[in-house]
C-alpha cells in the first residue's frame, strides 16, 4: 500500500505540474455585490394586552409580544411594508365614542373584540386587580365572556372588567368584533 500512495503521490505531482493552477479570488462581477439595506429597521416590535378568562371564571389583562412579521408589499409596485396578518374570519367593525367622563363599570365584552384607541385615553381593570391605561397605539383583545361573578375580595360580586375614560375628554376607539367563539385560559393565542 505505501508503494502504491507514493506513485499516487508522484502522479498528482506531474498532474498539477501541467495543469495551471487557478488562485482562489472570485471572479469580477459586473455589478457589486448585493449589501443588507442598514436604512430599514427590522421588524417592529410590538405588543398588545389580553383581557382573558381563566377556567375559574377570573379575568385577567396580559401583555403579548407579536413576533410573526414579515415584510411584503401589500399592493405592488408600493413598497414593503411588515405584516403579521391573522386568519381569516367574520368580523363586524365599528368606530365608538366615549363621551367625557364615561364609567363603564363592570361589565364583560360582549363578544371577544380588538380595541383599538384613536383619541383619548381610558383605561381597564381585570378582576384579579390589574389595570392598564392605553390611548392611541395601544391594542386590547377583550375575551371575558367566561367570566363568573367574584365570590370574593375587593370585588365581590363583579364580573368581566371595569374600564373609564382617563382625564376630562371624550375617547374614540376602533372595535373589530370577532364572531368566533371565546376562548378559556390561553393567554397571547395571537402573536
Known amino acids: 500500500m505505501f508503494p502504491r500512495a507514493t506513485a499516487l503521490s508522484a502522479a498528482l505531482v506531474t498532474l498539477l ?3 495551471p493552477v487557478m488562485a482562489a479570488v472570485p471572479p469580477a462581477s459586473p455589478r457589486p455585490a448585493v449589501l443588507p439595506d442598514t436604512t430599514q429597521p427590522g421588524p417592529p416590535q410590538r405588543s398588545y394586552r389580553h383581557l ?3 377556567d375559574r371564571g377570573i379575568s385577567h389583562i396580559t401583555t403579548c409580544p407579536v413576533h410573526d412579521f414579515f415584510l411584503k408589499s401589500m399592493s405592488p409596485p408600493a413598497g414593503p411594508q411588515w405584516q403579521d396578518p391573522m386568519e381569516p374570519q367574520v368580523a363586524t367593525v365599528m368606530v365608538t ?5 364615561w ?3 363592570w361589565h364583560p365584552d360582549p363578544k371577544p373584540q380588538w380595541i383599538v384607541p384613536l383619541q383619548g385615553r381610558w383605561y381597564v381593570r381585570a378582576m384579579d386587580g390589574t389595570r ?7 391594542i ?3 375575551e371575558d365572556q367566561g367570566v363568573r361573578p367574584m365570590e370574593t375580595g375587593r370585588y365581590r360580586g363583579q364580573k368581566g372588567h371595569d374600564a373609564g375614560n382617563v382625564g376630562k375628554g371624550p375617547v374614540t376607539l376602533m372595535v373589530i368584533q370577532s364572531a368566533n367563539e371565546p376562548v378559556i385560559n390561553q393567554p397571547c393565542r395571537y402573536h
Open 17 to 19: 505540474g501541467t495543469v
Open 52 to 54: 382573558w378568562t381563566d
Open 97 to 101: 365614542v366615549q363621551p367625557a367622563h
Open 103 to 105: 364609567n363603564g363599570t
Open 132 to 138: 392598564v391605561e392605553m390611548g392611541p397605539g395601544d
Open 140 to 142: 386590547l383583545f377583550g
